[in-house]
C-alpha cells in the first residue's frame, strides 16, 4: 500500500531547533514536497527533495534518504510564526495527481 | 505570484442540497485539483483536470463530480450533500510544463459544513 508516516505534533521552544521525521512506502519516488500550513490557510510550499542529501534554505532543510524511505524537515533559531502543520508530500510518479499527503505534523512554538 | 482564489472560505447547507465550490486560479495553468483536509486523514485527491473539459477521479470521487469549462475555473460539484462530507476543500493549481521540483499551488480552503 502507500503511507506516509509523519508525528501528529510536536512542541518547541522559541530560537531552538527542531526536526520533524517523514517515512514513507510507496509504489514509486519522484520526489518528496514539504509544505507549511498555518491554521485557515493554504499549505505554502517549503523545499523539494529528489536525490540523497540535504538541501537548505535559510532557517529550513530538509534531508532525504531514498534506500532507507525518510526524510526530515529541519528548522533552525524557531519563531512564533513557525507555529503550524507540515505537510509531507511524495510524488509516485511523473504528474501531479500522483502526489500523495501525510496527515501533517502539527508543531507548537512556545515562548 | 500565483494567486488561487476559492470562492467561499465558510458554507453551511443543509443534507440533500447540490453544492457549488468555485475555484479560479490567474496564472494560466493547466492543472487544478480539488482536495479534501479531515483531521487525521490529511489531503486526499477528489479530482483533477489537465485540460480544458477534461477530468478524472482522484482516490476519493464518490458523491462528487466537477466542471472545467474555462481554463482559470474549476469547479466541485456536490450532487446532494450529505454529512460526511463535511469538510475543508482545498483547490490547486500547477503548470503542465513545469520544472521538476515546480509544487501545488493551493487556495484559502472552503470550510463547508452540511447540516
Known amino acids: 500500500g502507500q503511507n506516509i508516516d509523519q508525528p501528529t505534533e510536536m512542541t518547541a521552544t522559541e530560537g531552538a531547533i527542531v526536526q520533524i521525521n517523514c517515512t514513507y512506502q510507496t509504489s514509486g519516488f519522484n520526489g518528496l514536497f514539504w509544505y507549511q500550513q498555518h491554521a485557515g490557510e493554504a499549505p505554502t510550499f517549503l523545499s523539494y527533495n529528489v536525490l540523497d542529501g540535504l538541501e537548505e534554505k535559510g532557517r529550513f532543510s530538509s534531508f532525504l534518504s531514498r534506500s532507507k524511505g525518510y526524510s526530515y524537515l529541519l528548522l533552525k533559531e524557531l519563531q512564533m510564526k513557525d507555529s503550524a502543520s507540515y505537510l509531507c508530500a511524495v510524488n509516485r510518479g511523473n504528474r501531479d495527481d500522483k502526489i500523495i499527503f501525510g496527515k501533517g505534523t502539527r508543531l507548537h512554538i512556545l515562548p | 505570484d500565483v494567486k488561487v482564489t476559492q470562492s467561499s472560505r465558510y458554507l453551511v447547507k443543509r443534507t440533500g442540497e447540490k453544492v457549488f465550490l468555485e475555484c479560479v486560479q490567474d496564472m494560466d495553468h493547466e492543472n487544478m485539483f480539488w482536495y479534501r483536509q479531515d483531521p487525521g486523514l490529511g489531503l486526499r485527491l477528489i479530482y483533477f483536470?489537465?485540460?480544458?473539459?477534461?477530468?478524472e477521479k482522484g482516490d476519493i470521487p464518490e458523491g462528487y463530480s466537477v466542471s472545467r469549462e474555462k481554463k482559470e475555473r474549476f469547479s466541485l460539484i456536490l450532487e446532494s450533500a450529505s454529512t460526511n462530507q463535511t469538510s475543508m476543500y482545498l483547490c490547486?493549481?500547477?503548470?503542465?510544463?513545469?520544472?521538476?521540483?515546480?509544487?501545488?499551488?493551493f487556495g484559502n480552503g472552503t470550510r463547508l459544513t452540511v447540516t
Open positions: 483536470s489537465y485540460d480544458v473539459k477534461m477530468k
Open positions: 490547486a493549481s500547477s503548470p503542465r510544463d513545469r520544472a521538476y521540483n515546480s509544487p501545488l499551488h
